[in-house]
């Protein structure tokens, strides 16, 4: 079966510095794999995906997540952190059999001024 | 112009009452999913309907029954409320093509179930 981890509950990053949130994956055949952010009230939004092609995916609000396959990992980053990217961000597979999005249990992000 | 909107954002409602949330989605998308958000945060799929055929029920107890009158609907009907249905609920829709695999969601129900 397809899965994702966040080994990690919370990150806190002082803004301006780097961040990276964590997903190692595991799956049967090719990953689709995609990261989704959820800002407090709101339905989760889609930030970037990785289904082939270059292993650094750039997507939406500066956020990029790289691919690696030997280490099963797909970690999202981003060089300089903004206190306005406090928020909840799930890594998602596609399962390809049923089709269907399977979130990992998602780490919040906290950014201090 | 919200694309997927679902009403109402909160409710509350006592233990065995009888409760509907209704979704819409105008992006044209013929799959649409309902999601159970718990208090850990923890997002679980509940169902999944193409063009208005059940195709993913994650066995969900009998007391849920989604109802999709057309591919732009997918409501969600509740019977005998329990403590534990307590949950934001998203529904969402699904890209095509190049975005198969992206959900667009609703900003979700709140359900408090006293």
């Known amino acids: 079966a397809q899965s994702v981890a966040q080994p990690e509950d919370q990150v806190n990053v002082a803004e301006g510095n780097p961040l990276t949130v964590k997903c190692t994956y595991s799956v049967s055949g090719n990953p689709y794999l995609f990261w989704y952010v959820q800002y407090p009230n709101r339905g989760l939004q889609f930030l970037l995906k990785?289904?082939?092609?270059?292993?650094l995916v750039k997507g939406s609000y500066g956020f990029e997540a790289e691919f690696n396959k030997s280490q099963t990992s797909f970690h999202l980053k981003k060089p300089s952190a903004l206190v306005s990217d406090s928020a909840l961000y799930f890594c998602a597979v596609r399962d390809i059999g049923t089709d269907k999005l399977i979130f990992g249990t998602g780490t919040r992000l906290q950014v201090f001024p | 112009d919200t694309a997927v909107s679902q009403t109402p954002k909160y409710l509350v409602t006592q233990m065995g009452n009888d409760k509907s949330i209704k979704c819409e989605q105008n992006l044209g998308h013929d799959t649409m999913y309902w999601y159970k958000q718990d208090s850990k945060k923890f997002l679980k799929i509940m169902f999944s309907?193409?063009?208005?055929?059940?195709?993913i029920n994650e066995t969900v107890p009998n007391r849920f029954s989604p109802k999709s009158p057309d591919k732009a609907h997918l409501n969600l009907h509740i019977n005998s409320l329990e403590l534990g249905d307590s949950a934001v609920y998203f529904c969402?829709?699904?890209?095509?093509?190049?975005?198969?695999?992206?959900?667009?969601f609703g900003s979700g129900t709140q359900l408090s179930v006293l």
């Open positions: 969402a829709s699904r890209g095509t093509g190049e975005f198969r695999g992206k959900l667009f």
């Open positions: 990785y289904i082939t092609g270059d292993n």
């Open positions: 309907y193409n063009n208005k055929e059940l195709i």
